[in-house]
């Protein structure tokens, strides 16, 4: 090839590739960030030194533990894994979402709600998978009839839920979840990358269905930049999905600093409280704006509706005050209008209100 030829990657990468559009994170250098449901707190200054006096012991010259055997263990225990279930760990959810979906057939069919977690089809889309989605009803609940249509029309490999549901905050129905569980017989992917705030989980499922796995991370906990996720569920499932794991996925620093903050339960505890306490005050003052439909949440935000064709104004101008949401309007569907707001400290909360009030006003 000519040196000064332009190189045309669709001559090499699958198709399905050139379609696909990188998953854009807006720079937020600078403003209030409440747009990607991190925690707002980082660790109190003791706290702080004692991780990183836990770091010491770290080899960074040496490979890690392949099997990260003790954040293992702990995981398993903290979060009362069955004894019968195995857990694989993953670099985030994200990559054990990956995982899973590269273990498929070319020719599978993935099935989840919409709206749903954007990964789900993302990833899916790059692997050429088929993926499908069912609309949720109005009110953000599973459309059960339609979801067990779809379950014998493409009889998928994988269903996504997750639980609370992102980007719309609510936990679904338990009996209809229980249901889609019972009529498939393809693997049922619970991902509860919100059950710090939400009291429900099927972990204790897990004994009951042989075709469930829990998904987990401690991103939403307060652990974002660690990357650490989880999938229980039958030790057959986890041992081949463990195949095709790259062997060091969960680095060494990851592996030190996750067992050091699981021995921190009541911080996670304080901090979980104080966000949830914080849910109840920015849904009771979303609620009382004029214009603004606001959706009940069991996670770390809130979604809500803007009149007619003013999200993006609004979003726009949100950040114009220094206060970064997301907007989910352009995704159309059940989210036209609609932005979701992390819930953050007190003061971050009353920045984003006091923002929200005085753009309302100037609209009228
Ligand atoms: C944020 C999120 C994830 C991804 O979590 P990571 O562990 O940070 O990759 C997975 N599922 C849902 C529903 C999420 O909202």
């Given at each position: ?78 979060n009362q ?120 989980s099927f972990i204790p499922?897990l ?7 829990v ?150």
């Amino acid at each position: 090839m000519p040196l000064t030829a332009k190189i045309n990657p669709n001559n090499f990468f699958r198709p399905e590739i050139a379609s696909l559009n990188a998953y854009k994170v807006i720079d937020a250098t600078g403003m209030i960030k409440l747009d990607a449901m991190e925690n707002p707190y980082s660790f109190p200054e003791d706290i702080l030194n004692q991780w990183l006096a836990s770091l010491k012991s770290c080899h960074l010259n040496r490979y890690p533990d392949p099997q990260a055997r003790e954040l293992s263990q702990l995981l398993k225990q903290v979060n009362q894994i069955p004894a019968t279930c195995e857990i694989l760990l993953g670099n985030g959810s994200d990559e054990i979402i990956q995982l899973l979906l590269m273990a498929l057939p070319t020719t599978a069919s993935v099935l989840a709600p919409a709206p749903a977690f954007v990964m789900y089809q993302q990833i899916s889309r790059s692997l050429g998978l088929n993926y499908h989605s069912v609309p949720l009803t109005t009110d953000f609940e599973l459309d059960l009839p339609a979801m067990l249509t779809a379950i014998q029309t493409y009889q998928p490999a994988i269903i996504f839920l997750a639980h609370p549901n992102n980007p719309t905050g609510n936990l679904f129905n338990l009996n209809a979840i229980k249901q889609i569980i019972t009529a498939s017989n393809g693997l049922i992917i619970l991902d509860e990358a919100y059950a710090a705030f939400a009291n429900s989980s099927f972990i204790p499922e897990l004994e009951t269905y042989p075709n469930l796995l829990v998904m987990r991370t401690l991103s939403k906990l307060g652990l974002a930049g660690l990357r650490l996720g989880f999938i229980a569920g039958q030790p057959e499932i986890i041992a081949s999905l463990d195949k095709i794991r790259l062997p060091y996925n969960i680095n060494t620093l990851t592996q030190a600093s996750a067992v050091f903050a699981l021995s921190k339960p009541e911080m996670f505890t304080q901090q979980t409280q104080a966000i949830c306490q914080q849910r109840t005050l920015v849904f009771k003052q979303l609620q009382n704006l004029d214009n603004i439909q606001v959706y009940p949440s069991s996670a770390n935000f809130i979604l809500f509706k803007t009149a007619t064709d003013q999200a993006n104004i609004i979003f726009a101008k949100l950040k114009q005050h220094g206060i970064l949401i997301k907007n989910l309007s352009p995704q159309g569907g059940l989210l036209s209008d609609c932005l979701r707001v992390t819930i953050g400290t007190e003061s971050e909360n009353k920045n984003f209100l006091n923002a929200l009030k005085t753009i309302l006003a100037e609209l009228i």
